[in-house]
C-alpha cells in the first residue's frame, strides 16, 4: 500500500484535508500522524502534513481524480499568491 503526504504552499495541512474533502469528496488525514520526527525531516510546519494512502480497491480513475484534486487545489493557492 503506498502513501502519499503532501505540504502545499500557501495551506495548512488541515485546511487543505478538509477542501480536499469537502469539495472532491476525497477522505485524508492530516496533521503529524505519530511521527514528529518524520514530519520535521520532510520540512513540514508544527501542522504536520496532509497523507493520502490509495488501497488495494483503488481504481486508477480515483488516483486520476485525487492527483487532479490536488493540482487544482495548489493552483488555486498560487493564485491567490500571485494577486497579492
Known amino acids: 500500500?503506498?502513501?502519499?503526504?503532501?505540504?502545499?504552499?500557501?495551506?495548512?495541512?488541515?485546511?487543505?484535508?478538509a477542501a480536499l474533502d469537502e469539495a472532491f469528496g476525497i477522505a485524508c488525514r492530516?496533521?503529524?500522524?505519530?511521527?514528529?520526527?518524520?514530519c520535521r525531516a520532510l520540512g513540514a510546519s508544527g501542522q504536520g502534513t496532509t497523507r493520502m494512502s490509495p488501497g488495494?480497491?483503488?481504481?486508477?480513475?480515483?488516483?486520476?481524480?485525487?492527483?487532479?484534486?490536488v493540482r487544482e487545489l495548489a493552483n488555486a493557492s498560487?493564485?491567490?499568491?500571485r494577486e497579492a
Open 56 to 69: 488495494f480497491f483503488t481504481t486508477v480513475e480515483e488516483i486520476d481524480q485525487a492527483i487532479e484534486a
Open 78 to 81: 498560487l493564485s491567490v499568491v
Open 1 to 17: 500500500m503506498a502513501v502519499v503526504s503532501l505540504i502545499v504552499d500557501g495551506w495548512e495541512p488541515a485546511d487543505f484535508g
Open 30 to 38: 492530516t496533521g503529524l500522524h505519530c511521527a514528529p520526527g518524520a
